[in-house]
């Protein structure tokens, strides 16, 4: 039987690139394709997939508080993440949570596909453009997955109540989890934020 997979990214033109690939193969079929963590988890509760292929940014729920909450109601569903974010402590974070490949979009279609058998031999796969030295602790360490959906957040630009919003959360919540993360972070402002995420790959400087 063909691999069961669903498709969460918030760009039309990378769900249906993924969905011409993959159903192209003998050896999958893509059960549907969505465009935000919402519709993802009403997906996951109706078929049941064996892989879930997902972006860490889309509007609404997503990042690292959408990958705990699939593992947690359905642990046995196989998750890649597919994203433009290289750091190697993300990376690693997600693994560690239950992730089982995380492929860059920077990747040719050889590496997407080659992670997706790995995934199914039972094997935990990352792209080769992702450097996983993660000897040295990083300050993103001291974050919980909230507060670094939190940071990725405010590192893009998005105000606190913009956050809020994004991420289903009051204002109060997203400003106190702020006030948390700079002073876990040692450091003053939102701008620094900003310059960390960019040391970190979380952002773009542009």
Known sequence: ???KILIADDHAIVRSGLTL?????LSYQVMASVSNGE???LECQANQPDLIITDLSMPGLGGVELIRRILLKWPSI?????????NPYLVKRLIDMGVKGYISKNSDTEILLAGIKAINRAEIYSSPDICMDTEQE????KLTARELDIFCCIANGLSAKQSSEKLFLSEKTVSNNVSLIKKKLKIASSIEIVHLAILEGLASPS
């Open 1 to 3: 039987m063909p691999i």
């Open 21 to 25: 690939l993959l159903n192209s193969q």
């Open 39 to 41: 519709q993802l988890l």
């Open 78 to 86: 196989n998750i890649m993440v597919f994203s433009i974010y290289q």
């Open 138 to 141: 990083k300050p993103l360490s």
